[in-house]
């Protein structure tokens, strides 16, 4: 059974920073692309940003490119988010998902294990 907890998202002021982290277990997670997605409320869930499974290819959606980057430590089964030059329209709730893949998807009916998800809200 996958498993995959989010962390680390809270109450920021414009231009703060945050990093996310979504702890895996249940699998071999190296064998897993890792993706971000982001739901603000009366949304729907969109695409922040996807990594290969060893990390090498990242790909974001074009409202957080050079603001964001993901990185993923495969030693500890731990994907990040790290979120710069936070922006009051950032604010949704933050999920991770897992798909075992060789391609990195970017649409979130294409994982198959999500987490519960980690609030942040920006405020201006």
């Known amino acids: 059974q996958v498993q995959l907890v989010e962390s680390g998202g809270g109450l920021v002021q414009a231009g703060a920073s945050l990093r996310l982290s979504c702890a895996a277990s249940?699998?071999?997670?190296?064998?897993?692309?890792m993706g971000w997605f982001r739901q603000a409320p009366g949304k729907e869930r969109d695409f922040v940003a996807a990594?290969?499974?060893?990390?090498?290819?990242?790909n974001y959606a074009g409202s957080v490119k050079g603001r964001f980057t993901i990185s993923r430590d495969n030693a500890k089964n731990t994907v990040y988010l790290q979120t710069n030059i936070l922006k009051p329209e950032d604010t949704a709730v933050y999920y991770c998902?897992?798909?075992?893949?060789?391609?990195?998807?970017?649409?979130?009916?294409?994982?198959?294990?999500w987490g519960q998800g980690t609030q942040v809200t920006v405020s201006s």
């Open positions: 990594i290969s499974r060893d990390g090498d290819s990242q």
């Open positions: 249940g699998h071999t997670f190296s064998n897993y692309v």
């Open positions: 998902a897992a798909r075992r893949s060789a391609v990195v998807f970017t649409r979130p009916r294409e994982y198959d294990y």
